[in-house]
T-cell receptor, first 113, second 112 residues
Framework: EPEVTQTPSHQVTQMGQEVILRCVPISNHLYFYWYRQILGQKVEFLVSFYNNEISEKSEIFDDQFSVERPDGSNFTLKIRSTKLEDSAMYFC???????????FGSGTRLTVV | RKEVEQDPGPFNVPEGATVAFNCTYSNSASQSFFWYRQDCRKEPKLLMSVYSSGNEDGRFTAQLNRASQYISLLIRDSKLSDSATYLCVVHVLTGGGNKLTFGTGTQLKVEL
């Protein structure tokens, strides 16, 4: 079964450092997303990406966040200057079209110290 | 009012029991509805889509009431392996794209 792959599975970084979280969506999917889940809280939408541009973003996705699809397979989330409150599980997801169910990756656990 | 509201539980039930979860949503423009399952510290996994006509997948039955903005999930003959958090999820088409809005989840513990 096709899957969404995320790396690394766990990242520890110092406050103020930049991090890049990587994702390889399912190959024939056209829509890509990042969600996050702070420990003990609900899954929250960050951003959706289609046709090489952001199609929707939440209030959480401020100027410190950016996404990129640098080549035909990778989809990255960059946090420029990490804060303690950025510590969370970050999930990448992809879907074939905007009405279809999403497939989530296994997540990157980001710990900011 | 929360966008998607669920009873957090936990629901502790014996093996073989029938258990029902409910969910309400506030955005009447919501397009599609899902139940996802999430195991501890894992990614959400799609359990089933939810339709107004009701749909069944083995021991699982989901129902949508658009007028009441209410979604339900029924699990029959529960197994130990059903222990997880069940997420009510609403899909909204936005001006530019689309997004999923998650409830906080309902925790189920199935016991011997």
């Amino acid at each position: 079964e096709p899957e969404v792959t995320q790396t690394p599975s766990h990242q520890v970084t110092q406050m103020g450092q930049e991090v890049i979280l990587r994702c390889v969506p399912i190959s024939n999917h056209l829509y890509f997303y990042w969600y996050r889940q702070i420990l003990g809280q609900k899954v929250e939408f960050l951003v959706s990406f289609y046709n090489n541009e952001i199609s929707e973003k939440s209030e959480i996705f401020d100027d410190q966040f950016s996404v990129e699809r640098p080549d035909g397979s990778n989809f990255t989330l960059k946090i420029r200057s990490t804060k303690l409150e950025d510590s969370a599980m970050y999930f990448c997801a992809s879907s074939r079209d905007s009405n279809y169910g999403y497939t989530f990756g296994s997540g990157t656990r980001l710990t900011v110290v | 009012r929360k966008e998607v509201e669920q009873d957090p539980g936990p629901f502790n039930v014996p093996e073989g029991a029938t258990v029902a979860f409910n969910c309400t949503y506030s955005n009447s423009a919501s397009q599609s509805f899902f139940w996802y399952r999430q195991d501890c510290r894992k990614e959400p996994k799609l359990l089933m889509s939810v339709y107004s006509s009701g749909n069944e997948d083995g021991r699982f039955t989901a129902q949508l009431n658009r007028a009441s903005q209410y979604i339900s999930l029924l699990i029959r003959d529960s197994k130990l392996s059903d222990s997880a958090t069940y997420l009510c999820v609403v899909h909204v088409l936005t001006g530019g794209g689309n997004k999923l809005t998650f409830g906080t989840g309902t925790q189920l513990k199935v016991e011997l």
